[in-house]
Every structure is written in C-alpha cells, then in structure tokens.
C-alpha cells in the first residue's frame, strides 16, 4: 500500500475553532486541515490548547466555528479510534486485558465469560501491539507503557478512519516512545488510517510526523515537518531558541525512522 | 397475592427455624431476597467507580423525602423514592455541565437536601417515628406493596445490567474513550443513577440510612477481594449480599441477639469482606502471582 502522505484529500479541518473554558479563551480562530492518510501532529506549549483542540474534535468542550469531517469513501460516518494521555482508573480494580478489550464490543454480560470470536480478535489485536500472552493479566497490573499499547489495541478495535491520540507515548521512556511510534508508522501504512496526534516532543514529531500544526492558541504555522519546525517558527511559539530541533539537525537520509513517510520525504525533500 | 404466598411457605419448608413460620419474618427475607441482587449488581459499579459518596447523597435525600410527605401529606412511601430519584438525576445533570468536581457537587446538593428535611422535621413532633425508621430501618414491617415494587425494580435492573454491564465498565474507566468509540454514555450514566437511586431508597427501608451505602459498597469491596476478573467479581458480590442478608435476619431474630436487622446483614457482610481481605493478602504473598 502506497503512503498516502500529503493527500490533497483532507480527513478533518477544523474552520475558526474558537473555545473557551471558564471566561479564559482557549482556542482563537483555529483553521487547520488534517490530510487523509497523514500522521499530523500538534505541537505547542503547554496551555497551547492541543487537548482542548482534540476534545473539540471529539465532542468533548463546547466550541464556535465548524470542524468538517468528510465521510468515508464508503460514505459511512467517519469512526474514530481515541488513545487518552493516561487512563485515570483504580488500579485495584478486578478487570483483565481481555474483558477490557472485549467490554466495547461484547453485548453479553462479562458474568457470562468472553465470546470465542471476541477472544480471538482481541488476541490478534493484542498480538498486533506486541503484547501477546498478556490477557489474562489484569490492567492494573499493566506498567505505563503496556497500558498506553493496549489503549492503542482497544482504539484500534474500532477499525478506525481516524486515529487521535493525546500525548500517546506520555509517561512512557525514551526507547519505549520510539517504538510506540514505529508500531504506529507500521499499523498506519497497513491499516491506511488517518493519525492526529498531541505531542510535547518535537524529535519524535520531526521523525513520524508528516503534517504539522504548531498552535499557541492561534495557528502560528501549519505545513510539512520540514517547513514548519524551523529555528525561527520554534522561537515564536515556544518563547525560546529550541537548539534540539534545528532543521538542519533533522534526520537526513537513513534515520532510524523506518516509515515510509518520512523515508520517503528524505527522498525527494 | 397467592404467588407471594407460595414464596412464604416454601421459605417456610426451606428454612425451618422457629422464628421462619411467622408471616413477617417470611415477607422480611422475601424483600432481602430481592435487595441482594440488587445492592451486588449496582455495588458493583459503586465500588469500581468510587461513588460510595453518591449513594450517601441519595439515601440521605431519603430524609427530605420523608419531610417532603409531611408537608404535602402523602405517604413516604410516594415520596421517597420520587425525591431520591429527582436528587440522583440532578446530580448526573449537575455532574455533567459543571466544572466543579464530583465531590463537591455531590456535597452541595446532599447538605442541601438534609437541611430541608431538618427544617421540615423540626416543625413537627409527630415525624420522630418517621426519624426512628430512617435512621435505622424496618425491614420487618415491609408490605406486600413494597415487595410488589421491589419485583418490577429487581426486573428493570436486570434488564439493564444484562445489556448495560460490560459498557457501564466502559463508561467508568474513561466516559470520553467509551463516547469517542461510540458509547452512548449519557443514557447510561442517567439511567444508572436512576436505577441506583430507587435501590437506595428500598436499601433505607430495609437498613437505615446510616447503613445504606454499607449495603452497596461492602459485598462489592469483598467481591472485589475474591474476584480475578470483573465478571467473577458480579458473582462474588451475588454469593456474599445473599448470604449476608439471609444470615443478618436469622441472627438478628434469635432470643439471645434480639438486634436491628439491618445491622446483623452488615455485620455478616462485614466479616466475608474480613475473610475475603485475608485471602487477597495470601494471594499477594504466594509467589509468581503477578495478577
């Protein structure tokens, strides 16, 4: 399957977005698009408004303005696959991966046992973020990292369109980050998603990232990585001179990104 | 009612103690009968997500239920659970399109709803036998018409749960997940608190107030000591609220007890939660159990 990075076709734009929560203006005038097929990323500062950004999109804070999703090729609504920054649950609690993957899908009381046709699919998906043999494992026993990768599976569940992930990589190590990036870049190209994400690392976005939106409130810049994340743009919305991301120190030729989209990039960049 | 009877005598057969041949020690189990499922179902969700002070909240609106029937002279029994039900919805509403934290919401509408039932009562002397039943319960002079209720309440909850279970699981670990995944979580939560609500008031009738929210949350907390997963937990809950109230009336009924109802079934749930605390710390001990 060919990348589909830079589509003309768009997945989700958002058109004068303006929120504000308790008086304080949180979103100004936001216009952005999200390319179909794209990994975009939003990057800004803290209090930047990336959450309440996604929270818009999902229908979670009121906001003026118009976000447009355009329906499927099959012309159903679009379904979307959401992964929280962190799940705030009591770790006590008695729920296996399994009933946790299943509990969306399964009609049937969990009292009564999980469906085989569940239990399969929630294997392969489980398989699917490299977390075989886990289910019977119960969430609160999971470490940061693997509850961030089965949030993912549970997302992915839902054979999304569209993939949104607030800080999905938060709390979990550097190494851990990377491969949880990889695995995306992988599953996207397989699945053909669409992918939004939140992200306070700007290495990682310059790696998977194939579309942009720097926000402090307003949109200061929207474009390719490449474009976007200069010496300049970094200054104006994080207030100070990001030295780390320089786009002369971006990864040109082989990186140890592995995704296409950003290989294929460096190709022709 | 010939079908209640027949409950009553086969109770009588089942359970023959002296103290089981008489009519309304039969319809008391019958009532505590249909409570057990209903407190294991719904405690189950209370514990696993925190809203012991929710069910406080309602069983106390009981009081100004119970005020409320003063001032409009109708029966409490109409009363409370319409004033339950009205509070636990508000709350849910309030809950919802506030920014204020579930707690404090949850404080605000409880203080608010006992000071009415203080200012009603206080006027008249005659409610103090009406105070004496709501702090303690009285599951002993339950009617036939309370337990005609309890049966379609016990068949509405169940139908929910049947259906509902696995997403209110959903809902409470993270209600924006379960609604960006297609979870229709406000009619859930509405309907729950609803539900929830009308098992309060029946729980007040049958252990007090002061014992209503041990009625939830203490069979489920147990359950949760045993369970390895949350479908067991529901069975676990089941097996220790029914047991613990057939104990709590038998105990409570003996010439050398002689004690509240109410709060014999607590204690008995009280000691499965001990018992079930010592197996959860064996477990943890036992080595490679990392579950």
Known sequence: MTCACDSDRTAVMFENVTAALGGTVILEGVTARVPLGSCTAIVGPNGAGKTTMLLALLGEVPFTGGIRIPPSDE????RIGYVPQRLQFDRAMPLTVMEFMVMGWQRRPLWFGVARRYRERARQLLACVKLEGLERRKIGALSGGEMQRVLLALALGREPDLLVMDEPASGVDFQGEHIFCELLDVLRREQGFTQLMVSHDLPTVTHHATHVICLNRKVAAEGPPRE??????LTAIFGLHMGLVDSSALPDGKSSCSSACCTGRDGHA | M????????LIARLLPFECMQMRFMQQALTGLLLLAPMVALMGVHVVNFRMAFFADAISHSAFAGVALGLILTVSPRWTMPVFGLLVGLAIVAAQRRSALSTDTVIGVFFSGAVAFGLAVVSRESSAARDIQRFLYGDILTITADDIRAMLALLAGLTVFQVYGYNRMLYIGLSPSVAKAHGVRAAAYQYIYAGLLSCVVIFSVQA????????MLIVPAAAARNFARSAGAMMWWALLVSTTSTIAGLLISAQEWARTATGACVILAAFSWFMLSWAFACMRCRAPGSRQ
């Open chain 2, 2 to 9: 010939p079908e209640l009877t027949a409950v009553y005598d």
């Open chain 1, 228 to 233: 976007v994340l200069t010496a300049e743009n």
């Open chain 1, 75 to 78: 012309g159903r609504a679009l």
């Open chain 2, 207 to 214: 252990v007090g107030v002061l014992l209503v929210t041990a």
